[in-house]
Each structure stands twice: as structure tokens, then as C-alpha cells.
């Protein structure tokens, strides 16, 4: 365990309604006046308004952060407020960003709140970070999680990073220019990004809602311990929860003496990977495509991908279930038509893609798969269908 000095000075008096406003913490010994100063000093950057950024831009607000930074181009939906908690049923439609602020200065009218509604990508990524002194990223792709690591790690400020998938969560601290030569990076723990398809993302797998508090708020309770210096924090250890069996534990991290000292940033979805790309022209088919060619009466393998409990939910009519990993794996396989045009779908083409590119690979020519999936299914073909 490490202990690391204040991130932040402390500056400036508090007025007497920041007094009574942050009592509770004042009268902490390890926090009192100066951790209050302090909080009130920093910059904190947090990267999504989704489950995790929710309740961590609500009790970073609330513990007195003095300026929140918002990176965010999404816009609020009715599937979101399972777990977003910052926003509610009059924002739906509305960017994120916006609702987040608005939610935020409800709470306390007394942080700064800055929008960045922008894709982060490594245009822009040093710029932002760079007017910050602390970074929070919930997101819930590879692709983004490196390139926060290697701007936090150019910049030189710590990153605090939190995942969530189901009933589990995992949260660390990450700082490659930590004193004492205690720098560790989200890259001692992942070197490479895992197979495309792997880790499947909280759309296509679900998450339970209120694991996003859990996990969120221990991200917060790290971002405090780091700007005012006390406690011990996770740099240098991961910690696992699982709610299931409501347990936490945590487990050392070492930094890689191969890897490479982290200079320029680069393209992260290429380092990532893209699911493997399937040489025919015809790969690739919109809504309207599938519906004309069911309509036309002509014979089709209508194939969804997705898992049992999805099925459930929803379905086109017509389709036959074979989830993603019996295709994967090889044990379905034969139980697909040779001579047949094959259609498959999952949720939004994520899966499918990844189904086709094997279902190719295998030998069967005449295959493509859904273009957005049901989820495109539904917005343009049968509107009454429920989008999950």
C-alpha cells in the first residue's frame, strides 16, 4: 500500500455557508479545514455521465470539489436511468453533458462545471487533460480506457479507473509518475487489449444498477484520499467486487519492467482491435434489405446470436436462436443451413459481426448479418417493438 502526499494545496478561507455545509467533513481529524480547502482547489475531469460517472460526479459535487469537468456527447435515454442517476425522466432526449451539469448545480450551486461535449480521441485528449488535476474514467470500452491511461500519464496526473460488468466491479488508481517510484499504469495490468468480443460492454451483457453506486463511489472516495493525502490509496492494487457474494478483494499490481515508457499517443482502436473484417461485398445488411428479402417469400436463415434472456425480450418473427459462443466454439455449426442465405443478429452488430466473420471462416459463402441489429430492426421496420 502506498501513501502519497497531497495532489492538491489548499487555498483560500471558507465562507461561513461552506462551513456548515461541509461540517461533517471538517470535523474529521484526517480531513478538517485544510482537506476542505483542498477539495474546494481541485480539478477533477470526469470522462462519461453514464453509470459510473453518475454517482461520481454527484458526490464529487457534494464533498466540495471546486471544478468538474464533464467530457460527454451522449444524449439521455430511457434505458440509461436504470443506473444514471444524475439524470431523470424529463431529460430523456437531452445531452448528457447538460442534464449532469444541471443535476450537479442542483446539488451544490457552488462547483464550477465545465462541458466538454466531445468524442475523447488523442486530438484532444492532452489538451483536456492538461487543465485538470485528476481524471475519472467509467467508460466501458478498451479503446478508451488506454487512451485516458496515456494522457493522464503524459500530463503527469494520477487516473482513477472503475468497470463494471453484471454483479462485478473492479477499481484502481493509476499514476506513472507517482513519487518515490511508486508509478504504476492501466498497462502493468492489461499490456494488450483483450480479443475484440471478448469483454462484452454493459449494453450487450447488462449490469446490475446499483453496482454503479458501489463501484462509483469508491472511485470518488479514492479521488478525495488522492487530492488531500490521506489514507492509503488503491495505486498499486486492484480491488474486485462481487455483489453477488458481497465480497471485496483486492490484489497487488507490479509495474511491467518491459513495458514502454508511454511518449506520444496513438490510434486506439486500431491497438484495440475491430472485429475481423469479412470479405464479402455483401456481409452487410440494412433493415430494409431483410425485410424486403422476407417479404419476397424467398427462403432465409434468420439467425439471432444474442443470449436466451435477450430472446426472451424480444425477437423477429421468423428467427431461430443459436447464441454467439455455440457459433464461436464450433458446436452449432451444423446446425446451419448449407444451401440457404444466412442472416444473423444480436442487439446492435456488435455480436453478429463476430458470429459472421466465424460462420465465413467455416465455409458458408452466402452470410451477412444485421446492420445495428434489432435495435435498428425496431426504429426502422416495427416501431411498437421495445428497445432494450
Known sequence: MVHLPPLVEPAGELTPDEVARYSRHLIIPNVGIDGQKRLRHARVLVVGAGGLGSPALLYLAAAGVGTLGIVEFDDVELSNLQRQIIHGRSDVGRPKAESARDSILELNDGVEVRLHRVRLDSSNALELFENYDLVLDGTDNFATRYLVNDAAAIVGIPYVWGSIYRFEGQVSVFWDGAPDGAGINYRDLYPEAP????????????????????????????????????????LGRLMIYDALAMSYRTVGLSRDPHRVP???LIDYEAFC????????????????????????????????????????????????????????????????????????????????????AAVVGAGFSDASHLQGGIVEWAKQIDPGMPIY
Do not use: F
Open 273 to 356: 482491435g475491430v472485429v475481423p473484417a469479412v470479405e464479402s461485398k455483401d456481409a452487410t445488411i440494412t433493415a430494409q434489405e431483410l425485410r424486403t428479402m422476407l417479404d419476397s417469400g424467398r427462403e432465409v436463415a434468420l439467425i439471432d446470436v444474442r443470449e436466451p434472456v435477450e430472446w426472451d425480450i424480444v425477437r423477429i418473427d421468423g428467427a431461430r436462436l443459436i447464441p454467439k459462443d455455440r457459433i464461436l466454439s464450433g458446436a452449432a455449426l451444423t446446425d446451419l443451413p448449407q444451401h440457404v442465405p444466412i442472416v444473423l443478429y444480436c442487439k446492435t452488430g456488435i455480436r453478429s459481426a463476430e458470429a459472421l
Open 195 to 234: 480479443p475484440p468480443g471478448m469483454v462484452p460492454s454493459c449494453a450487450e451483457g447488462g449490469v446490475l444498477g446499483v453496482l454503479c453506486a458501489s463501484i462509483g463511489s469508491i472511485m470518488v472516495t479514492e479521488a478525495v484520499k488522492l487530492i488531500t493525502g490521506i489514507g492509503e490509496t488503491l
Open 262 to 264: 508511454i511518449t506520444e
